[in-house]
């Protein structure tokens, strides 16, 4: 069947806002929200802790807090409360992302039963398993992902544990990795160049001979596969591979991008079809897959990446985040003033609804002679 991948249009009159066709939460990331919620509900009384973030969304993690939960450690793995302090009595999950095999050891050495309260994401385990079977077939994984990004970590260490690893950050390192499989450069530099990215005792003069490619979910997946691509390319042509023989040294490891983020991704991709003023984009600010969905946007038309709704300032005024340069900027006359004006909205996969809701409903409210958001919604009943 035909997906449909077209953005719903939600005409208030003056303003018409149309809605990515997949957009926020993924299944990963309400599994996790619900263990967790469940898991405090279940366990009064008893000390909870969450490795890290639950997901990169501060509303989701201000409610954990809230609720009791504690960080054990921050998003770069730094420890905040150290694992001396706990006891076999504590809980404490592991987020959507996984940990390393290192993590889970300690914590299964304290006694703590971490299986019950892990909300590693299927899909997540879907790429370790696959990385075990590749590896079992003697290949090295190539990782695409941000290095310091808690899943490239888990996954990184996964892999690692099975078979030579490293990570590439996006299609320059892919392009430096190609060269010494092509023996364009001298090994020596590899060791300096990926630093902290490749796994103890990788040798270059054995570990570049068969490979497959795995991803961190969250990256884009037409990037992965664009890298996965130009890898493949470098194999055929350093080893005088064929259709037939290509398998003998490069995995095929197609089927282990999320489907959720690739959704939310293509739904935007469809979105963009559509003719509009602006572009929104809700998501945490160190969210991965919101700030593809951004730059997707970015390539057509302006974007503005925001957190909640309340960075809608006013009509004239808004305060966004620019993740190239890493920082909150205030743009003035962000909503053209001719009717009616058409802006795209999408979220990311750690963000809920109701932030978007948010959005639609401030944005309607700047028009006062916009229908009510009750009215729209019977359109959809
Ligand atoms: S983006 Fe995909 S892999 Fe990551 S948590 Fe969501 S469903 Fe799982």
Redo the contacts with the bound molecule.
């Keep these: 069947m035909k997906r449909d991948f077209s953005p719903t249009v939600l005409d208030f009159g003056p303003i018409h806002i149309y809605l990515a066709r997949h957009f926020g939460f993924?299944?990963?990331?309400e599994n996790?929200i619900d263990i967790a919620f469940r898991t405090i509900e279940e366990n009064a009384g008893r000390r909870i802790f969450l490795l890290s973030e639950m997901?990169h969304n501060p509303q989701v993690n201000a409610d954990l807090k809230a609720s009791g939960i504690e960080f054990l450690q921050d998003n770069s793995g730094k420890q905040i409360i150290p694992f001396e302090s706990l006891t076999a009595d504590d809980i404490v999950l592991i987020p959507?992302?996984g940990t390393t095999l290192a993590i889970e050891k300690k914590l299964k050495d304290i006694g703590i039963k971490i299986e019950q309260y892990n909300t590693t994401?299927?899909?997540?385990e879907k790429?370790w398993n696959r990385s075990e079977v590749i590896a079992r077939n003697q290949y090295t994984i190539v990782i695409h992902g941000k290095p310091n990004h808690e899943?490239t970590r888990a996954t990184f260490s996964h892999a690692s544990a099975n078979t030579p690893s490293v990570v590439v950050r996006d299609m320059d390192e892919a392009k430096e990795l190609a060269k010494y499989i092509l023996g364009e450069k001298p090994f020596e530099q590899f060791y300096t160049v990926f630093k902290g990215q490749f796994s103890e005792g990788f040798d270059l003069s054995r570990h570049l001979q068969r490979i497959g490619v795995v991803n961190q979910?969250?990256m884009l997946a037409s990037d992965t596969q664009a890298i996965a691509d130009y890898l493949k390319e470098t194999m055929i042509s350093r080893y005088g591979l064929t259709e037939e023989n290509l398998r003998e040294r490069f995995a095929d490891t197609r089927d282990t991008l999320?489907?959720?983020?690739n959704d939310n991704q293509t739904a935007v991709t469809g979105m963009l079809n559509t003719k509009a003023d602006l572009a929104i984009v809700v998501g945490g600010y160190n969210s991965s897959?919101t700030s593809h969905l951004v730059e997707l946007c970015e390539e057509k038309l302006p974007t503005f990446f925001i957190n909640n709704e309340e960075k809608i300032l006013s009509a004239q005024t808004i305060m966004h985040y620019n993740f190239h340069l890493k920082s909150e900027l205030v743009s003035e006359y962000y909503l053209p003033s001719k009717h009616p004006v058409s802006v795209l909205l999408t979220s990311g996969?750690s963000c809920p609804d109701a932030l978007v809701e948010g959005v639609i409903k401030k944005l309607a409210g700047f028009y006062p002679a916009s229908k009510s958001v009750e009215e729209i919604v019977t359109q959809f009943q």
């Excluded at 999320?258 to 983020?261: M, N």
């Design positions: 993924c299944y990963g990331v996790a997901i959507a992302f994401c299927p899909f997540v790429v899943e979910t969250t999320c489907y959720a983020t897959n996969a």
